[in-house]
């Protein structure tokens, strides 16, 4: 198994997009590379704290790639927003691709250029190791699937 953290603005729907391809065996949604110790999603909220709002997914490159699974993280997002996504505004919903494995940064990277082929606004997407993650509070893990209501960015059935 291997595994990668991808912000993409609103966590909830990110988690339930990823949670829905085939080869993802597990996803969390948490709060990553910023300055403070275990935040609150509201200490996240006011911007001070420097996390955004991430999703770990863990998934078996036996069935899918990192690439593919790149290739699917760009398709949702809107790579030349800087801190936006949708109508989500505030550092926290800025995108970017955090790595474990250094292994993995080429592969990131040869999308990121793919991707720049596509804009003429400059990408502002982060691609950086993972410095640091925690674990989102219980209310907001599946959120969508317990609330299938419930807000969203990104459209789900893509």
């Known amino acids: 198994m291997k595994d990668i953290y991808l912000a993409g603005g609103c966590f909830w729907g990110v988690e339930e997009y990823f949670s829905r391809i085939k080869g ?9 590379n910023g300055r403070r110790e275990n935040p609150s ?3 996240v909220c006011t911007g001070t704290t ?5 999703t770990y997914v863990m998934f078996d490159e036996n069935v899918i790639s990192l690439k593919e699974l790149l290739n699917k993280f760009w ?5 030349t927003m800087l ?3 949708g109508p989500d505004k505030g550092t926290q919903y800025r995108t970017g691709i955090y ?10 990277l040869e999308t ?14 982060e691609i950086e190791p993972l410095k640091s993650f925690f674990k989102a509070e219980e209310y907001h893990q599946d959120y969508l699937k317990k609330n299938p209501g419930g807000y969203c960015h990104i459209d789900l059935n893509n």
């Open 75 to 79: 398709h949702i997002i809107d790579p």
């Open 41 to 43: 999603y509201e200490q």
């Open 112 to 125: 990121l250029e793919e991707q720049r082929q596509k804009y003429s606004e400059p990408i502002v997407t």
């Open 24 to 32: 993802v065996v597990d996803t969390d949604v948490g709060y990553a």
């Open 50 to 54: 420097g996390h955004t709002e991430t």
């Open 83 to 85: 801190n936006r996504q």
């Open 99 to 108: 790595y474990t494995d250094e292994e993995d940064k080429q592969i990131i």
